[in-house]
């Protein structure tokens, strides 16, 4: 039987809480962690070493800023996210400051 080492966040909408964390990825850049946040339409970034909410980014919405369902997120190496946007039917990348790129 597998037990958590350590339990993060809390059900809501508060910056450190979750409906639907269904994806992750470290961000070595930055040393956090990206979660999708799929219910409450947006990722929220958390501190590898002391698991605070350093960043949250995205609103529900079809713009390029605002998203519906993220089901995913990456970093990649050169400090970019990309994005599943489930219920926007795309991928969208975003910028270290979290500005869009492209979709």
Not at 50 to 59: C, K, L, Q
Request: glycine residues 10%; contains cysteine; charged residues 30%.
């Amino acid at each position: 039987m597998l037990r958590p080492w350590r339990r993060v966040g809390s059900e809501g909408n508060a910056p450190g809480q979750f409906k639907g964390p269904v994806g992750l990825d470290v961000d070595t850049t930055r040393n956090q962690i990206a979660i999708s946040d799929f219910e409450n339409h947006r990722i929220q970034f958390l501190g590898k070493e002391d698991e605070r909410v350093s960043a949250v980014f995205g609103t529900k919405g079809s713009s390029n800023e605002e998203m519906k369902g993220p089901n995913d997120v990456k970093c990649d190496s050169l400090g970019r996210y990309i994005v599943a946007d489930t219920f926007n039917h795309r991928i969208s990348w975003f910028d270290g400051n979290r500005e869009h790129i492209q979709s």
